[in-house]
Nanobody, 125 residues
Framework: QVRLVESGGGSVQAGGSLRLSCAAS????????MGWFRQAPGKEREFVAG????????YYADSVRGRFTISRDNAKNTVYLQMDNLRPEDTAVYYC??????????????????WGLGTQVTVSS
């Protein structure tokens, strides 16, 4: 079965960096686009970044563009989220997700059908 496992979360001060990883198994990883979402307490889960199956095309939420970088290593079945210049408002549980194949938007939560359990990111001011 498909399994997505996030790691790399933690607590940092504002301006710091973290690198999240998501290891995938039970699927042909290189066939699928992938995405990162986050959910803060009391808020809905929101899109953060997405990457196409081969990696040349990436998508970002306006709130993270220029600070976060999504990448993937198909040989390692892993997708990454490099987060720089972190802000307190980036505090959330971060989830990776596998996108449904086809022309659905990377920005929509409904375009993804498998999710990891998440990793906590806490940014203090």
């Amino acid at each position: 079965q498909v399994r997505l496992v996030e790691s790399g979360g933690g607590s940092v001060q504002a301006g710091g960096s973290l690198r999240l990883s998501c290891a995938a198994s039970g699927m042909t990883f290189s066939n699928y686009g992938m995405g990162w979402f986050r959910q803060a307490p009391g808020k809905e889960r929101e899109f953060v970044a997405g990457i196409t199956w081969s990696g040349p095309i990436t998508y970002y939420a306006d709130s993270v563009r220029g600070r976060f970088t999504i990448s993937r290593d198909n040989a390692k079945n892993t997708v990454y989220l490099q987060m720089d210049n972190l802000r307190p408002e980036d505090t959330a549980v971060y989830y990776c997700a596998r996108k449904i194949r086809g022309g659905r938007s990377y920005y929509d939560r409904e375009s993804y059908n498998y999710w990891g359990l998440g990793t906590q990111v806490t940014v203090s001011s």
